[in-house]
């Protein structure tokens, strides 16, 4: 294999900026011919020439037809077990995890890098519980921006000018606060996804993923029901090749190539138009001391002349305090098309300094860039066999209530311990089922609640009379907020309401957390009912062992006091978690046996008044739903896969049972 390092290298096959950005070495397939313009042929040093060939009549007829014959495409066969369409959130993460059960493959992305915009950004208290899983929470929080300047959502005139409102958010509001501390031992961080691919790449790479950015999946063929031939194209050399693989996964975005390919169904919804993302460098920080916040809607209702674009502006924290996305959305009920968003990079800069309030404030625009606002989800992540996808690939939506890349990486989480479970032989491969059964039910909870983030802003818009078409009328609507009668009270109560409104969006805990599987892989034929839903789903955090749920979060202690340990950090790690207290040795005892006679690594623990931890707060003897003596049996991704009551006659048999029927075996 080679390895290229020298910037020489990296800057000839247009990857040093990639690489950089990754902090690690660039690899290239050994006995793959690197094939480089006639164009650049000359710039390479003569003793390094024979390493590589000018465009062949092969990769001619690749960029004509990707038509290769039998014999090019038996030279031309990478083997691995993984291969992973799509290096963001999705396809990264899924590296990371399965690299962390020892699993390596192949990590391949159509674009020249990683991300170049900022796109997803807020990072919730559950993806981050999946990254404290493999040691990366920390290096993320180091890299992102904490949560306590994430303080506010704002609405205002401009940045610099009047303020109509703002709202606690992302569990600052210290009504909520005890929720947030109460659901994880983790904080909510602002990390841009330029900042969040790059790590999870270079982890990636470092444990011995072999990542191709400019290589694009073309199609698939199956020469029999465990093998899979993906044909690819490296758009640098326009050489096309095969990789032979168990498994492919697909999260290849919105666009997904693999999901056309499979014919996955979607569940499509009317969208809500074309957004104009608008990014840009500006040094705000004189005017955050008294604005914090990463998200501040600017809104001039009585307005008379904008561009088609650009009425409404959502302001997004980038890097605090000198980088910013611009969001503009549509008006509801606009039916602007692609070309009513275009514009010249000085009208872009124009308008941005409109929305901060200052002509003299130094503006340098970035990129700016459409996109649609989607309703859409899979009906299915696989094709019941070896090819999965998830990410963006199945589902598709706004950035409201900051559920898009946190998805992705629970998504690959679920899915990781499965993969490594059925091929290393301790599951049967019918576990893999329960990732569709799973983690579709909670994509179309995500679209759904993103979509409707958008719309619960709609009652605020309609208040100001930004709904409104005619001037006048708008003039009026606004001179009754200062009415000090009947219809002031009124005016402004109603917009007080469309304000609480959103906070749907910014203290989305129930949605973030409250995830339910009913499948294969969770046991629930001696569990009775469910506990009822919370009246308020999306914001309501529920804290239960019912299986099927996230384990609950506790702080634990030593006898002898040292650094606190959750109950999340106990579970994990790739393996099976069996949590007991007073007088359920008998539990310890039957995890031990039946791990070692299934080949699973199941380790115990008793929580409780002189146990192997302490519940110092008493809150895991609230939480636990369970006896003393009981046991809350939880999977690899923290996720109760049975729970009992209390000691029973034979324990030994009844968790091999479960776990028989958990893993499929």
Same mark, same amino acid.
């Given at each position: ?317 980038? $890097? &605090? ?6 969001? *503009?959305?549509? @008006?509801?009920?606009?039916? !602007?098309?692609? %070309? =009513? ?107 759904? $609640? &993103? ?6 802003? *709609?009652?605020? @818009?309609?208040?100001?009379? !930004?709904?409104? %078409? =005619? ?195």
């Amino acid at each position: 294999m080679w390895l290229l390092e020298s910037e020489f290298f990296l800057d000839l096959l247009g990857t040093q900026q990639s690489c950089r950005a990754l902090g690690a070495r660039a690899k290239v397939f050994e006995g793959l011919p690197l094939q480089i313009p006639n164009s650049k042929l000359h710039n390479i040093p003569s003793p390094f020439r024979s390493m590589f060939s000018t465009p062949s009549r092969q990769a001619q007829r690749s960029e004509e037809g990707f038509k290769m014959t039998e014999t090019e495409k038996q030279d031309n066969v990478l083997q691995t077990d993984l291969l992973i369409v799509g290096a963001g959130p999705a396809g990264a993460a899924l590296a990371c995890f399965l690299a962390a059960h020892g699993r390596t493959g192949i990590l391949i992305a159509a674009a020249p890098g990683t991300a170049d915009t900022p796109r997803a950004h807020i990072t919730n208290m559950a993806a981050l519980e999946c990254l404290r899983d493999i040691k990366l929470e920390q290096e993320c929080k180091n890299a992102g921006t904490d949560s306590e300047h994430m303080e506010h959502t704002r609405w205002c005139r401009s940045m610099a000018g009047e303020e109509f409102a703002r709202v606690y958010s992302w569990g600052h509001d210290p009504k909520h606060k005890g929720a947030y501390e109460t659901a994880s031992p983790c904080n909510h961080i602002d990390l841009p996804q330029t900042l969040l691919e790059p790590i999870l790449v270079k982890r990636a790479i470092h444990a011995g993923w072999t990542v191709r950015f400019n290589t694009r999946y073309v199609r698939l063929s199956r020469p029999s029901p465990d093998v899979i031939l993906s044909e690819v194209l490296d758009e640098l050399t326009g050489q096309t090749y095969l990789i032979q693989s168990r498994y492919l996964f697909g999260c290849d975005g919105a666009r997904s190539q693999v999901v056309r390919e499979l014919q996955l169904p979607l569940i499509k919804k009317p969208g809500q138009g074309l957004a104009l993302n608008v990014l840009v460098r500006a040094d705000l920080s004189h005017l955050i001391e008294n604005r914090s916040g990463n998200l501040h809607w600017v809104i001039n209702p009585e307005e008379e002349e904008y561009p088609a674009w650009g009425k409404e502006c959502l302001v997004r924290m980038v $890097r &605090a305090w000198d980088e910013w996305m611009f969001i *503009f959305l549509p @008006q509801p009920g606009a039916d !602007l098309k692609a %070309d =009513d968003m275009n514009a010249t990079n000085e009208e872009y800069v124009a308008r941005a300094k409109k929305v901060i309030g200052d002509e003299n404030i130094e503006v340098t625009l970035l990129h700016a860039s459409k996109w649609w606002i989607n309703e859409v989800v899979a009906e299915r992540y696989s094709d019941g066999g070896n090819v999965f996808c998830f990410g963006d690939a199945t589902h598709r939506h706004p950035p409201f209530n900051g559920l898009g890349s946190n998805t992705c990486i629970q998504d690959a989480f679920n899915l990781a311990w499965k993969i490594d479970y059925v091929m290393s032989g301790k599951a049967g491969k019918e576990l893999l089922n329960s990732f569709d059964q799973e983690r579709q039910p909670v994509g179309v909870d995500i679209v759904t $609640r &993103a979509n409707q983030g958008l719309r619960d802003h *709609f009652e605020w @818009q309609k208040t100001l009379g !930004l709904l409104e %078409d =005619d001037k006048e009328k708008v003039k009026e609507i606004l001179a009754e907020f200062e009415d000090p009668g009947e219809k002031g009270r009124l005016r402004r109560k109603a917009f007080r309401d469309g304000i609480e409104n959103t906070t749907t969006e910014f203290h989305g805990l129930g949605i973030e957390m409250n995830q339910k599987y009913v499948s294969n892989a969770v046991y629930l034929e001696d569990q009775g009912e469910a506990p009822p839903a919370p009246k308020d789903t999306v914001r309501t955090l529920q804290v239960t062992t019912y299986p099927g749920r996230r384990l609950p979060h506790a702080w634990l202690n030593t006898r002898v006091p040292g650094k606190k340990i959750s109950t999340i950090d106990l579970a994990g790690h790739r393996r099976f978690c069996l949590l007991t207290g007073p007088g359920g040795q008998a539990w310890k005892d039957a995890a031990k046996a039946v791990g070692e006679k299934l080949g699973v690594e199941v380790v115990a623990y008793s929580i409780g008044w002189k146990q192997d931890y302490e519940d110092v707060y008493f809150d895991w003897a609230e939480r636990r739903e369970v006896e003393d003596d009981g046991c809350v049996l939880v999977r690899p991704d923290r996720f109760v896969a049975w729970r009992s009551q209390s000691v029973i006659e034979k324990p030994e048999v009844k968790l091999e049972e479960v776990l028989r029927s958990v893993l499929s075996l």
